[in-house]
């Protein structure tokens, strides 16, 4: 059975940081494609980064966050981690984990992704 939780969000001053990680059980073994999704208020859910374990851990972000966001997985640990710079208040939002796989490729359609943590809440103020 797949178990993410994922912890680290709170409250941050516009321009600050922020660490996320999701610590995943043995069920997600095979789960070689690890995401972070943002559902912002009032939008959908979006896909802002992922990392394929299994592909020299290739990652690719959303537009929105490419270079101020950095996903990484430590092995070891079987956790993902997500960390948020120079952060702007379009940025708020529950972050969820979640995991695909054995895949080729990361999508991006949530729709695709078998598990999904309960979310952490970041506020940007």
């Known amino acids: 059975q797949v178990q993410l939780v994922e912890s680290g969000g709170g409250s941050v001053q516009v321009g600050g940081s922020l660490r996320l990680s999701c610590v995943a059980s043995?069920?997600?073994?095979?789960?070689?494609?690890m995401a972070w999704f943002r559902r912002a208020p009032g939008k959908e859910r979006e896909e802002v980064a992922a990392i394929l374990t299994t592909s020299r851990n290739s990652t690719s972000y959303a537009r929105s966050v490419k270079g101020r966001f950095t996903i990484s997985h430590d092995n070891a640990k079987n956790t993902l981690y997500l960390q948020m710079n120079n952060l702007p208040p379009e940025d708020t939002g529950m972050y969820y984990c979640a995991v695909d796989g054995p895949v080729a490729f990361c999508s991006d359609y949530p729709s695709d992704f078998g598990g999904w943590g309960k979310g952490t809440q970041v506020t940007v103020s």
């Open positions: 043995l069920g997600t073994v095979m789960s070689n494609c």
